[in-house]
């Protein structure tokens, strides 16, 4: 699915990424992991074409996205702070974006499931957090894109609408999807994440599943276990 | 019994005789018994008149010397066939009416006219079309006289051999009016010439001026029109002229000018209308003018300053859209302006008597940027030259602090 | 780009801001024409106007524009869309609803003044294009700007020193260099100075319309044949075109090398 091959890339002297390998090919929930600065955000947006890489190979479902921006269709993303233009309405957002992918998506039901009927008629402008991030969960979920990248989905979010961003998640992995979470909750991670990738100083430091992570670092508990990576790393 | 008299007594029996003997009309056509007008001249006698049948007559070098009125009937065509000038005029009271008179010979050493008068009295010119020209109307020492609706159409390329279009030489009290002069050097030329009056004519597309005086003094020009021409209007060295309801327009060039006045004393400049000349009034040494009701639109400078002009006053006029309204090349003023309308005017009328509060400043620190470095014409209107003009407006150094107007209209006259 | 910039395009027109701008043209327009009752007079005020302020609002709009609507940029960076159309779609979306704003603005006013039956009306028209090519001009160099600079208060304080330096800054250097060279041949070399200033460009057309009599009195052959034929109307349009298409190109190929 993605495949990630000697990824390199630096902001001025900053060099962020370091030759990242990785390849993606399983379904179901990958969360990728790491302290502030390893890189988690820039990976994800190389992925999405965001920010253009130094040098290496990075390509989805086979094809380099190197001047391409039709892969992206494939692609559903949830940016981490959900920002709009303060003079569209809601429902204006939602039928907009609809436009620009040219596809049919199924907004009522998040709507629904969201409670975001009453804000339809409202100006971005005028939402508080919460609200922006459910319309922004909306949009990112609305469509059937076999690879869906989620950065930070729980910020700002009540616990009601948690549980619904838990159950639409697994419901996505059950039709059979690759999903990409950056996360700061570790207790989200734990029960949602069927896989880690743990970055640390631009590269990919841990690959597996929780139970190898745990057996790795000899611990039981999941954030002991993300600590003890960072202390073998500093020992 | 002195020369003078001689000549009254003299005319007053040629009157006479006019008046007894039964004037005859002398007939000229192709199938006439005079077949050309010069021939017609030699038989006709004093006060007859020569009718001059639709045709075209090949002559030139026509000589009239006794009083006779030549009519043209539809235009007759006088060929001069380029070979010298066409008809002088060396008697009094002759009358030319109606001819059509071409292909005049262009010469470097002597001045060919179409019609030349020479120390006659009491001519009268008339109706009278010239075409392919080099002089036109040349009036010689001559006096009381009158060009009245002539229409001369030069096709002057070069100002060394081209003539001018009515030319006035030591000759007084003539009036020329509704003439229409274009393409030749100069449209009218006065030289010498007092006690003119030039009214109504249209002088336009002239290489040279449209209307030029030299040393002629107490002329009136009133309601003509100047466009286009190479450099305008020239006044210059007499005393005493008159210039009312003339409309100056569209004189674009280098040198060009509405009006050029140099060493002009005395004279009054009213009612006129100058319309997008380089230079509205170009005044170079000239003493006690008054210039009042006239229009200055959308000029490039409606009134330039060049050396000591004194004592000239400045009223009543509408400046308006003029790129600069004034440009003096002194720091020196002792011109008085007020009651001017001024578009550029920014100040305000507080107690609303129809008079701004604060004095107009017509000078611009631009214009005087640009007499030194003529290239800097390029950034007019540009914020940064306003930001230059509204300090020197505030505290003058380089422009005449007392060169204002203490008294500029709020509303145009 | 056509979707975006439609929806960039409503995004503004609905905004405060460009109601204000519109506003500000409305309530000169009117104030110029029928407090004034002067047409000849209104058009020159407005043409000094437009040449000064067309510039700072594109300025300051584009910038604004790009750094306020980041994040949605970054929603739609995500979204199977060419980088460059979604940049160059904001860039027009700003571009036009400005000039639709100052067009509408002062077209209202001077129609309902009876400017057709006028001969102002080129004059006037050419007001138009001029605001119109100042406005794409400017708001090309601001998202320019907006694009190299991250920090967004780095961006406006550039925006308004490009202002600065082009309204006035320029102008003075230039007649200063003017002035120290006097003694040399400068009109080709004045005329090409105003070709790298758009506003200096701008007032070029405006000044062949209201002081060519003067523009006339220069006595340089370069100068007479710029000011005295088509040619310097040519040019400057071509100039102008230009300066619209040189950083629009720019957009286009650092919107395609940019992170975000």
């Known amino acids: ?235 | 019994m002195n020369y003078r008299n001689l000549h009254i007594i003299f005319l007053l029996i040629t009157l006479l005789v006019n008046a007894f003997a039964k004037a005859e009309t002398i007939t000229v056509c192709a199938s006439c018994q005079h077949t050309s007008l010069s021939n017609a001249i030699t038989a006709a006698q004093a006060g007859d008149t020569i009718l001059v049948k639709k045709g075209t007559y090949k002559e030139y070098n026509i000589v009239v010397d006794k009083p006779l009125t030549i009519k043209g009937e539809n235009f007759p065509i006088i060929d001069g066939e380029d070979k010298g000038e066409i008809i002088r005029i060396v008697s009094d009271n002759v009358t030319i009416d109606g001819l059509f008179i071409i292909n005049v010979g262009t010469s470097y050493t002597s001045d060919h006219a179409a019609i030349r008068v020479v120390r006659s009295e009491h001519f009268l010119i008339q109706n009278v079309v010239l075409e392919k020209l080099f002089f036109g109307i040349y009036i010689e020492k001559s006096n009381n006289g009158k060009v009245y609706h002539n229409k001369v159409i030069g096709d002057a390329q070069d100002e060394y051999n081209s003539g001018n279009g009515i030319q006035l030489w030591y000759s007084k009290n003539v009036e020329v009016s509704n003439n229409i002069v274009q393409k030749v050097r100069d449209g009218i030329y006065l030289e010498f010439s007092d006690d003119i009056l030039i009214k109504d004519n249209v002088s336009t597309n002239n290489l040279r001026y449209g209307l030029h005086f030299m040393f002629s003094n107490d002329d009136v020009y009133t309601n003509n029109t100047f466009e286009n021409n190479g450099a305008g209007v020239a006044v210059m060295f007499s005393k005493r002229i008159k210039m009312f309801n003339n409309t100056f327009k569209k004189n674009w060039g280098t040198a060009a000018f509405g009006i050029l006045l140099k060493e002009i004393n005395d004279a009054e400049i009213k009612d006129n209308l100058f319309e997008e000349n380089t230079v509205a009034i170009n005044i170079e040494g000239s003493n006690r003018i008054v210039y009042s009701g006239n229009d200055f639109i959308r000029n490039g400078y409606a009134i330039k300053v060049l050396g000591a002009c004194y004592n000239n006053t400045i009223e009543k006029n509408n400046f308006l859209y003029n790129s600069f309204d004034l440009s003096y090349n002194s720091k020196l003023n002792d011109n008085v302006f007020r009651d001017n309308y001024w578009s550029n005017y920014t100040g305000y009328d507080l107690d609303k008597d129809g008079v701004g509060d604060v004095p107009f400043r017509p000078v611009k620190l631009f214009s005087y940027v640009v007499n030194k470095t003529p290239e800097t014409i390029i950034l007019m209107r540009s914020l940064f030259i306003d930001i230059i003009d509204f300090s020197e407006k505030v505290s003058p150094v380089f422009t005449p602090d007392n060169l204002q107007d203490l008294t500029p209209k709020m509303t145009r006259y | 780009m056509l979707k975006i910039l439609k929806y960039s395009f409503f995004d503004l027109i609905r905004s405060r801001w460009s109601y204000v701008y519109l506003l500000f043209y409305l309530g000169l327009g009117s104030v110029l024409l029928f407090l004034n009752n002067d047409l000849s007079k209104a058009v020159i005020t407005l043409m000094n106007v437009i040449t000064i302020l067309v510039p700072l609002i594109g300025t300051i709009f584009g910038v604004m524009y790009y750094y306020n609507s980041k994040e949605f940029t970054e929603l739609l960076l995500a979204q199977p869309i060419k980088r460059s159309s979604i940049f160059i779609g904001q860039y027009l979306g700003v571009a036009l609803s400005l000039s639709m704003s100052l067009i509408i603005g002062l077209g209202i006013p001077f129609a309902l003044y009876g400017l057709f039956q006028s001969d102002e009306i080129w004059d006037f028209g050419l007001l138009l294009v001029t605001g119109t090519f100042l406005t794409l001009i400017f708001t090309a160099l601001a998202f320019n700007i907006a694009l190299y600079n991250e920090n967004k208060i780095k961006g406006f304080s550039y925006a308004i020193l490009l202002w600065l330096f082009m309204a006035v800054i320029y102008d003075g250097l230039f007649l200063m260099s003017l002035v120290a060279f006097q003694s040399y041949p400068l009109d080709s070399f004045s005329i090409g100075a105003t070709m790298f200033n758009p506003i200096d460009l701008s007032r070029i057309l405006i000044l062949l319309k209201l002081d060519i009599s003067a523009l006339l009195g220069y006595t340089g052959a370069v100068f007479q044949k710029f000011f005295g034929t088509g040619f310097g109307l040519l040019i400057s349009i071509v100039a102008l075109s230009l300066w619209v298409v040189l950083p629009v190109l720019n957009i286009y190929r650092k919107s395609r090398k940019k992170d975000f």
Do not use: W
């Not at chain 1, 570790?186 to 743990?198: G, K, P, R, Y």
């Open chain 1, 1 to 235: 699915m993605i495949h990630i091959e000697q990824l390199h890339k630096k902001f001025g002297k900053n060099k962020v990424l370091k030759g990242v390998d990785l390849d993606i090919n399983s379904k179901g929930i990958i969360a990728i992991l790491g302290p502030n600065g390893s890189g988690k955000t820039t990976l994800i947006k190389s992925i999405l074409g965001m920010v253009i890489p130094d040098s290496g190979v990075l390509s989805v479902n086979g094809t380099s996205i190197k001047k391409n921006s039709q892969y992206r269709d494939q692609i559903d993303y949830l940016p981490q702070i959900a920002n709009f233009p303060a003079n569209l309405k809601v429902k204006e957002l939602i039928a907009m974006i609809k436009d620009l992918r040219n596809r049919p998506g199924e907004d009522h039901r998040l709507i629904q499931l969201f409670k975001l009927e009453p804000f339809l008629s409202k100006k971005l402008g005028n939402l508080s957090g919460g609200t922006k991030q459910k319309v922004n969960l909306v949009l990112a979920l609305m469509f059937d894109s076999p690879i869906i990248i989620l950065d930070e989905p729980t910020t700002g979010l009540d616990p009601i609408a948690l549980i619904h961003l838990k159950e639409l998640i697994s419901e996505e992995k059950v039709k059979g999807k690759t999903i990409l979470i950056t996360s700061h909750i570790m207790s989200f991670v734990e029960e949602m994440a069927d896989e880690i990738v743990f970055l640390l100083e631009g590269k990919v430091y841990f690959k597996g599943n929780i139970g190898a992570l745990k057996s790795q670092t000899e611990t039981t508990n999941f954030e002991q276990a993300i600590a003890n990576l960072l202390t073998q790393e500093n020992a």
